[in-house]
């Protein structure tokens, strides 16, 4: 017996030790310097990870870049997103950049494409109550619109649209290939979605966000090329201003090693890249209840302003006769109408005045349409309704040289006074009225009035002494003579397809 325990004696011993054996093997394999990082980064599971990651080299390029001309806040921490203080109701400028390189994207080289911008919400919660908190908001102010366009600003946009349903967005075509700015304005401030407001709350912020698209197969601009957006805070005419002054004397009281902790301010602000906002477009573009036709093909389009700003009257719109001129007209049906309102950019009341023909709506008193839309809407439409136009700052009246016109330089200045030309025949003037004194607003109404595409009109030149041709500034405009007379021709321009206009 006592034989048998020495034996189970010796055989557990035995075990412990090739058990201890083992685990000194497993410490030694597992050691600290028996795998290096790398080693384990080059597991095929690793590799395959990491084979979807971009290289150095290889960073997205994003095809286009939004960047808007108002300073960045310096009391931003340096990893936060920036944060930009609007104005309500100024007009801020958005330049629309081509970021791509070259060969990137050739299938819209020579073609527009379609921006959506939106005034959206910041916070999640506000982004999920965002149809009440609109509709509130649009109880507050009938009539009035979160965001809208500058149009006379803006650079290069062409068939802008609102929708009267989406008051937060604006919409418009443009060529990347083309110098384009939109000019927006934001009508609400950030204290109106406040829960309390007692005085001194914080506003909430808001994004703005810009999505563009390209056409598809059948023409209409549903894919997606590019989202960017950044964060935003509206206050009051001047609040802007007062708050970056006072983030910038905070940061001035701040030690040099606190101030490395924030973000310098910046003069712009450019848009980081972002989801596409959910709403799809074609939802906005087919399902619109007004009745303005919706974006077509670009070579429908002759000019990048709408031609409702147009103080020309030789000029007519698309649309019927009843609303192609300035004042709608008593027999005018509820259609035209409806296109009277869009081109005088009284979008946000189509569907308020759907049932309402011309007649219906010239009985409407100044003190009804103020009660209706509001004290500026109602005395700006009561003004277009009675064709109460602004009297422009200067009038020109231009006539289009024939090219086979063979009269002399003095026989041309002589046909500004006698209106005749050396055949006899009566040269016929139209007029220009500017509102604007700078040289692009003589290119562009000429282009409307002349029916010349804007987009190919290179330089306005005046001819001088000599024959040469002096370069139209906007210092020459403003010496112009109210009610001058030019004689106007047209020159194939060098090395594009564009023309020059030479005024005589």
Same mark, same amino acid.
């Given at each position: 017996?006592?034989?048998?325990?020495?034996?189970?004696?010796?055989?557990?011993?035995?075990?412990?030790?090739? @058990?201890?054996?083992? %685990?000194?093997?497993?410490?030694?394999?597992?050691?600290?310097?028996?795998?290096?990082?790398?080693?384990?980064?080059?597991?095929?599971?690793?590799?395959?990870?990491?084979?979807? %990651?971009?290289?150095?080299?290889?960073?997205?390029?994003?095809?286009?870049?939004?960047?808007?001309? $108002?300073? +960045?806040?310096?009391?931003?921490?340096?990893?936060?997103?920036?944060?930009?203080?609007?104005?309500?109701?100024?007009?801020?400028?958005?330049?629309?950049?081509?970021?791509?390189?070259?060969?990137?994207?050739? &299938?819209?080289?020579?073609?527009?494409?379609?921006?959506?911008?939106?005034?959206?919400?910041?916070?999640?919660?506000?982004?999920?109550?965002?149809?009440?908190? %609109?509709?509130?908001? !649009?109880?507050?102010?009938?009539?009035?619109?979160?965001?809208? %366009?500058?149009?006379?600003?803006?650079?290069?946009?062409?068939?802008?649209? /609102?929708?009267?349903?989406?008051? *937060?967005?604006?919409?418009?075509?443009?060529?990347?290939?083309?110098?384009?700015?939109?000019?927006?304005?934001?009508?609400?401030?950030?204290?109106? @979605?406040?829960?309390?407001?007692?005085?001194?709350?914080?506003?909430?912020?808001?994004?703005?966000?810009?999505?563009?698209?390209?056409?598809?197969?059948?023409?209409?601009? +549903?894919?997606?090329?590019?989202?960017?957006?950044?964060?935003?805070?509206?206050?009051?005419?001047?609040?802007?201003?007062?708050?970056?002054?006072?983030?910038?004397?905070?940061?001035?009281?701040? +030690?040099?090693?606190?101030?490395?902790?924030?973000?310098?301010?910046?003069?712009?602000?450019?848009?980081?890249?972002?989801?596409?906002?959910?709403?799809?477009?074609?939802?906005?573009?087919? *399902?619109?209840?007004?009745?303005?036709?919706?974006?077509?093909?670009?070579?429908?389009?002759?000019?990048?302003?709408?031609?409702?700003?147009?103080?020309?009257?030789?000029?007519?719109?698309?649309?019927?006769?009843?609303?192609?001129? &300035?004042?709608?007209?008593?027999?005018?049906?509820?259609?035209?109408?409806?296109?009277?309102?869009?081109?005088?950019?009284?979008?946000?009341?189509?569907?308020? @005045?759907? *049932?309402?023909?011309?007649?219906?709506?010239?009985?409407?008193?100044?003190?009804?349409?103020?009660?209706?839309?509001?004290?500026?809407?109602?005395?700006?439409?009561?003004?277009?309704?009675?064709?109460?136009?602004?009297?422009?700052?200067?009038?020109?009246?231009?006539?289009?040289?024939?090219?086979?016109?063979?009269?002399?330089?003095?026989?041309?200045?002589?046909?500004?006074?006698?209106?005749? *030309?050396?055949?006899? $025949?009566?040269?016929?003037?139209?007029?220009?009225?500017?509102?604007?004194?700078?040289?692009?607003?003589?290119?562009?109404? =000429?282009?409307?009035?002349?029916?010349?595409?804007?987009?190919?009109?290179?330089?306005?030149?005046?001819?001088?002494? /000599?024959?040469?041709?002096? =370069?139209?500034?906007?210092?020459?405009?403003?010496?112009?003579?109210?009610?001058?007379?030019?004689?106007?021709?047209?020159? !194939?321009?060098?090395?594009?397809?564009?023309?020059?206009?030479?005024?005589?």
């Amino acid at each position: 017996m006592a034989w048998v325990l020495k034996m189970d004696e010796v055989i557990e011993s035995g075990l412990v030790h090739d @058990f201890d054996a083992s %685990l000194s093997g497993i410490g030694q394999e597992l050691g600290a310097g028996a795998y290096s990082m790398s080693d384990v980064l080059a597991l095929p599971i690793f590799k395959q990870e990491d084979s979807s %990651l971009p290289l150095d080299g290889e960073t997205e390029h994003p095809p286009f870049q939004y960047v808007m001309c $108002a300073a +960045t806040s310096p009391a931003v921490k340096l990893h936060d997103e920036t944060l930009t203080y609007l104005n309500q109701g100024q007009s801020y400028e958005i330049r629309m950049l081509d970021n791509r390189k070259m060969g990137d994207m050739p &299938e819209i080289s020579g073609k527009l494409v379609k921006s959506i911008i939106r005034v959206v919400f910041h916070d999640r919660r506000l982004q999920y109550t965002e149809h009440q908190q %609109l509709e509130g908001w !649009k109880w507050n102010r009938p009539g009035d619109r979160l965001l809208d %366009l500058d149009i006379p600003m803006s650079v290069g946009i062409i068939d802008t649209r /609102t929708n009267p349903s989406q008051l *937060n967005a604006v919409e418009f075509l443009w060529d990347p290939a083309k110098r384009t700015s939109a000019f927006i304005q934001v009508h609400c401030i950030s204290t109106e @979605f406040t829960p309390r407001k007692h005085g001194g709350e914080k506003g909430v912020p808001f994004r703005i966000q810009v999505d563009t698209f390209k056409q598809n197969e059948n023409g209409e601009y +549903t894919d997606h090329l590019h989202s960017a957006s950044c964060q935003i805070k509206v206050f009051k005419p001047k609040g802007a201003d007062r708050k970056q002054k006072t983030d910038r004397e905070k940061m001035e009281k701040r +030690t040099a090693h606190e101030k490395e902790k924030y973000q310098p301010s910046y003069d712009t602000t450019i848009l980081t890249e972002c989801s596409p906002w959910p709403d799809a477009p074609t939802a906005y573009v087919n *399902n619109s209840p007004s009745p303005a036709p919706t974006f077509t093909s670009p070579q429908q389009s002759t000019c990048s302003v709408p031609d409702s700003n147009s103080s020309s009257p030789n000029h007519q719109g698309d649309g019927a006769t009843q609303v192609s001129g &300035e004042q709608i007209q008593p027999s005018a049906t509820i259609q035209e109408t409806q296109q009277w309102l869009l081109k005088n950019r009284f979008s946000s009341y189509t569907r308020l @005045f759907s *049932n309402f023909s011309g007649a219906d709506l010239l009985k409407l008193t100044k003190e009804d349409l103020v009660q209706i839309c509001g004290a500026a809407d109602g005395i700006r439409l009561y003004n277009s309704l009675k064709s109460r136009s602004v009297r422009p700052r200067l009038t020109i009246y231009v006539c289009r040289e024939q090219p086979s016109s063979t009269v002399l330089q003095g026989q041309q200045q002589a046909a500004g006074s006698a209106s005749e *030309n050396g055949s006899g $025949a009566p040269y016929v003037y139209h007029a220009i009225y500017l509102e604007e004194m700078i040289a692009s607003e003589v290119a562009r109404k =000429l282009a409307l009035v002349f029916n010349i595409p804007f987009h190919q009109i290179n330089q306005v030149y005046r001819q001088g002494p /000599t024959g040469i041709h002096i =370069l139209v500034s906007d210092q020459m405009v403003q010496n112009f003579q109210d009610e001058s007379c030019f004689l106007f021709s047209t020159v !194939k321009a060098e090395n594009s397809d564009g023309i020059h206009i030479i005024l005589k």
